[in-house]
């Protein structure tokens, strides 16, 4: 069985400052590892994805996202935010051949003028 | 390509009211999924499909029918609408299982059940 738990239900950030998303996964087996975006009334878009392979991950819009086994975490981050940012973003994991998806809560992002 | 369509984008059913919301690819997908979303709760899998005639649950059936006669189209079915079924639906395609490849998802269809 996995899990996920994003630390943070809400982050709020200035335009233009880093931004950091925080996630904890558990999984018996080699995970595979999901960041997905939802804008307002839009269905998911995938940010990145880790499959074992590089432990640093890049994505769309200028993220990236690191896979670290040892604390079982895999933190999205963003060096400078954009307004357009301002989204729900999920971590999601799985087994690498598996059906089903475990999504994460959520945190929502407010990017601030 | 249109990706992953849905219909209706929203809907308000009457308790005990039966339905159906529509989804469709474009994109020859072999794995397709329903999803509800929650406030607080992400996504949960509903049912799932590996290929046309195959159905599978997942994490919340209760309540849900579905049936994949073709590759495109992975109707879901509400037996008898409950308010516990207001919600946002989502479906989703993938062209290799959903671990190891990108989940392309609908707009989704918000559903009230009164």
């Known amino acids: 069985a996995q899990s996920v738990t994003q630390l943070d239900s809400h982050v709020s950030v200035s335009e233009g400052t880093p931004v950091l998303l925080r996630c904890n996964y558990s999984?018996?087996?080699?995970?595979?590892l999901f960041w997905y975006v939802q804008h307002p009334n839009k269905g998911l878009q995938l940010l990145l994805k880790y499959t074992s392979a590089a432990t640093l991950v890049k994505g769309i819009n200028g993220f990236e996202a690191e896979f670290k086994k040892s604390e079982t975490s895999f933190h999205l981050t963003k060096p400078s935010a954009h307004m357009s940012d301002a989204a729900e973003y999920f971590c999601?994991?799985?087994?690498?051949?598996?059906?089903?998806?475990?999504f994460g809560a959520g945190t929502t992002v407010t990017v601030r003028a | 390509n249109a990706g992953v369509t849905q219909t209706p984008k929203f809907q308000v059913l009457k308790t005990g009211q039966s339905m159906t919301l529509q989804c469709a690819q474009d994109?020859?997908?072999?794995?397709m999924s329903w999803y509800r979303q929650d406030p607080g709760m992400g996504l949960r899998l509903i049912h799932y499909?590996?290929?046309?005639?195959?159905?599978d649950q997942g994490e919340v059936p209760n309540g849900y029918n579905v049936s994949r006669s073709t590759t495109e189209d992975f109707p879901l079915r509400l037996l008898s609408a409950a308010p516990s079924q207001t919600s946002v639906y989502f479906c989703a395609s993938s062209s290799r299982t959903p671990g190891t490849d990108t989940q392309y998802f609908g707009p989704g269809t918000r559903l009230t059940v009164l």
């Open positions: 499909s590996v290929g046309a005639g195959i159905t």
């Open positions: 999984s018996s087996y080699s995970p595979s």
């Open positions: 994109m020859n997908h072999e794995y």
């Open positions: 999601v994991v799985s087994g690498t051949n598996d059906y089903k998806l475990s």
